[in-house]
């Protein structure tokens, strides 16, 4: 479980619409991210890493993708360091992360449609 | 719901899903929310002053939160109550954010009891900036009221010392002003007094004490009459204190007590507000003048009297004299007695005579021309130049006017003729000052057929007439063709 549905739940006072509206928007923002992540790593881009990463832990943080914010706070926090070596590592774990997240979310779509 | 309705918030957060979360949880509790993407818009839609609660993410595209935040605090607008929205927790960047001017915070993901505390708090102190800034534009305003206020005090404040300043000069001048004339007053040498519409005296000046004898505390508070005594102060006085004290522009008057005299001049005073309060009244002493006009008068009479006695004792003086008094020769009485003396001296026995009338010829026309000083001249001339052409035994008299008699003794006619001949031939011949003088000459003889003088004398006369009608300048003598009629010829 990638995804803490209770937190969904709570948050969205159990508004079945509006949660597949919020995870179907988070999903489009959370693969954007996940581009701009592959790319500011092969431009070392500290700057636009560090945004993204930033970016993509607050959207996983409102949705309760708590693997997926805790990576992307790691990254943030490498990028702020302008740590590409660290960043590389952290990069992969973030990127797993993020499919197995989608994944979870797109099955969770389906199911709920 | 009307705290929440009346509160309009905006919320800038570059992530579309948290933003979303917090639009519904706002729409939810019944805020009216507007959701901005980047820093950017969230300035310009916070510029509006339109939204009194900004939720702002703390790193945006374009501007970031803590910019916005300073940008609000640096600005003119109204209260924004500001919450950052960070999922960071560390202490600095709380601090920072304080110091960038945000009121408080909200740590992403979003926890919905949290929010609805803060946006009360939050509320809560939009309503007291506003009841705040009502206040103060309450404040303001009578602030600029009172400043106006005092503006006009101040310049009352100018105006009344001014005001005072000139009152206090004018009091200061009036004060010199009256000192000067309560002096001259006083020191006028003329008895002065003032007297109120009541009639009493409120002022009586030294010269006053002096001439009546009454010093002034005991003249003040009494009527005039009083104090200068009917005899003195009589209806002419009394009358022109009244007329000045019922104001009238000028009156006057005139006092005596038989030895002194006085003019009264009366003038009513006037108050403040034009009203007569009373009048001022000066005497001047005329006793001198009018003593010498008495004196005068008194010479006049009797310069009258001694002349009109001068003119009576010169006419008794001109019937008892014999001699005419323009000529110097005798006159017309003198002749009469003459003629008489002559004519007894004939009828006793005596020598004959013939009496001669000479008229100066033209002789009105000549005073009419010449005036009659010249016409008296000519009179005088002709007087002497008859007295100088007869002989010692004539006798030459003025009969009247431009006639004059003569008296030729021990003469008939034919010895008479040639006698009054050369009379006529001299004052022809007498040089003419003005013009040339003639005579006309008429004779009648005295003989014992004539009777009387009298009858003598209108003979000569007409005779006389005889000789201005023969055209003047020549001697006639009278026959009794001619009668005795009176006949007038100058």
Redesign the interface.
Known sequence: MYVDWG?LQE???ADAS?QV??VQ??CG?AEMLGERIKDAIEAKDADALQ?AA??L???A????AIYLCEAA?NLDESARRADFDGAGERVGALLDSLNATLNEMRAWTKRAA | MDQASSLRILVADDDPVSSRVLARALTNHGYDSKVVQDGIAAWEAVSTGSYQILITDWMMPGLEGPEICRRIRNSELPFCYIIVLTAKSAKEDKMNAIRAGADDFLTKPLNEADLVVRLLAGGRLVRLNRELQRINAVLAAQRAELATVNNRLIVQQEELNITLKRLEEASRIADISRNRFSQLFEGLPLPCFTVGTDGLVYEWNEEAATRFGVPPHLAIGRRPAELLGNDLLGDDAVRCIEAAAQGMAFAQGDWNDGDQYFLAGGYPLFGSSGQVTGAILSLVDVTAQRQAEAKLEEQLRTINELYEKLQSANQRLASIASLDGLTGIPNHRTLLERLTAVAEVFEQGGEPFVLALADVDHFKKFNDEFGHLAGDEVLKQVAETLSNATRGSDFVARYGGEEFAVILRNATMDRAHPLAERLRAAVEALPPKYRQVTISVGLAEFDSETGTTTELIRRADAALYAAKNAGRNCVRAWTPELGTQQGKAA
């Open positions: 937190f948050i969205t006072d509006f509206e919020l928007e988070f923002q945004r930033h970016s832990k607050g959207s943080a409102s949705v309760g706070a």
